[in-house]
Structures are given as C-alpha cells and as structure tokens.
C-alpha cells in the first residue's frame, strides 16, 4: 500500500494581490479559518495559495489583473512540506511586462516550443489524450458515488478527445492545416479535449439548475481530490471559499462529510469568526481592508 504523504503549505507571503498589499502568515497543517467582512481580501487570499499550486488564478485568465491598483507587481511566496520530505519554497512574481516563477530559489523555464513535424506532434497529442481517458475512467466509480450522494443525480462523465473519433490526430492535423495557418490557431489536438457531462443523454449544462451545476462541479472536485490521494500517495490541500453561503442545509451536511474524508489541510474563509463546519480551526485568521491579523 501506497504511504500517504501529506502535503503542508507551511506559510505564505503576498505583496500587492488585488486589495491585499501585504500579509505574511504561517499555516495550520489541518484546519485554517479566515474570516472577514464581503470584499475583506478572503478569496484574494486564496487566489494567492492556488497560484502557487496551479501557476494560476481560479477567477481571471489574466494573471496581470492580480496586481494591486497603482502597483507595478506582485510576489506571492509560499513554503511546502510533505511528512515524508524537506521544506520547499515556491515563489511567483507577475509584472506587466512578464511573469516568473521560482523552485527553491531556482527560475523556472518556459515549455519548449512543440516540434513542427506533424507526425511527433500527431504521437505526442495521442498520447494525452489516451492518458486523459484513461485517467476519466478510473475516476468514474467514485464519480458516481460522489455525485449521487451530493446531488442525488446521475450523471454520465465522458472524455472527449479534441478531433474526430473517426480518424487519427495526424489526419485531423493534415485536414485542418490550411485553415489552421490561415488562421494561426489549431483547431485539432489535445487542447480541444473537454469532459462532457450528461443526464439523460443531454448536455449537462442545459438542465441542471445553477445550484445543482455548482454540486456537480465540487463531486467532480472532491473525486478528483481522492483519486489523486489514490494514484500518488499524496492528500492536498483544499480551499474553500465560504461553503455555507453556496450550499443549503442539507446539501451542506453531505458536502461536509465528503470533506471530512478527504483528511486533508483545510483553509476555509467565512463570513462569521465563530464558524465551525469543519470543526475548530487550529488557526483563525482575520481579514479586514485587505489585511490579515492572527486572531
């Protein structure tokens, strides 16, 4: 069996994100709470931990709109550690002009570009996609045990390659090339693949209400989350922006018991200091006109 490693943001370091212009905290390994008023800088502080994760934020493509009105950058700086590891420093830094990421110090290099030749392209893209699907397929059974016990739904997951079943990617590659140089985009590969979801043969989106949509979208979350923990020994880091604004009583109940199985580092924002969905936070952080202040 698998060891699992945990892995801790053990603190965090932003300058000029969005309305907070400094705030230096250090991270619980379970439980966190940050609390404040509506436009406190909460969910600014969360954007922060998932650009560190992610590279990027979760509410704008745009990685320059981050920066602080009158700021000319942003540094966001974080130290991790697994149980089974040493401590690692991840620090990003977005200008106007550029953006740049370091690993312990160390500049991290763009991707290169891809090759030119279709058939290395063409191999290279079939193998994304293989790896997507079959990576659908092993998320699928505990997909529909999440989903059901959130929403009460059944909903299909597919994977969804991004050219035609029909043929292979080189020969989408070779169709679509003149209209691809035409229009300097490709409109075949691995970055048009998608997941469809679908209740009763339609499209997911074109029947479930908004709150059902949003219950869809935290199982597919959640069971992503476990089949991570499942495949890699590792158990992440969660962020929640204030749950019980989004979800009703009982829906909130489920909601916290498949959290509660994850057992995983919890940073959680709320509007209430008191709040205690997740138990008693080890840490309680307040957030006010974009500063933040251990409590």
């Not at 390994?29 to 934020?57: D, H, Q, Y």
């Not at 693949?193 to 199982?219: I, N």
Request: glycine residues 8%; aromatic residues 4%.
């Amino acid at each position: 069996m698998t060891r699992q490693a945990a892995v801790h943001l053990l603190s965090l370091s932003i300058r000029n994100l969005r309305c907070v212009e400094q705030a230096e905290i250090q991270i619980p390994p379970e439980l966190c709470l940050v609390w404040g008023g509506n436009g406190s800088g909460k969910t600014s502080l969360l954007e922060a931990i998932f650009l560190l994760g992610r590279g990027r934020s979760f509410r704008t493509r745009n990685s320059r709109k981050l920066i602080r009105l009158g700021k000319d950058h942003l540094r966001v700086t974080g130290e991790i550690r697994a149980d089974i590891g040493h401590a690692r420093s991840i620090g990003f830094e977005i200008s106007h002009q550029e953006i740049s990421a370091r690993i312990d110090g160390k500049p991290v290099e763009s991707l290169a570009e891809l090759a030119q030749a279709f058939p290395v392209l063409a191999r290279l893209g079939e193998a994304i996609a293989e790896s997507r699907r079959r990576f659908v397929t092993q998320l699928q059974p505990d997909w529909r045990d999440t989903v059901a016990a959130l929403s009460g739904l059944e909903v299909e997951l597919q994977y969804v390659q991004g050219w035609s079943s029909e043929g292979t990617l080189l020969e989408a590659l070779r169709t679509t090339r003149a209209r691809d140089e035409l229009r300097r985009l490709t409109h075949a590969g691995p970055h048009r693949g998608d997941v469809a979801l679908r209740l009763h043969g339609r499209p997911a989106r074109e029947v479930l209400s908004r709150g059902q949509q949003k219950l869809v979208a935290v199982a597919m979350t959640i069971s992503q989350l476990r089949l991570l923990r499942d495949l890699t020994g590792t158990v992440p880091t969660l962020l929640l922006d204030d749950p019980a604004a989004e979800l009703d009583g009982e829906r909130l109940e489920r909601f916290i018991e498949q959290v509660a199985r994850l057992r995983c580092q919890l940073v959680v924002t709320s509007l209430h200091a008191e709040s205690r969905l997740f138990g008693t936070p080890e840490r309680t952080f307040r957030m006010e006109d974009g500063r933040v202040q251990s409590v």
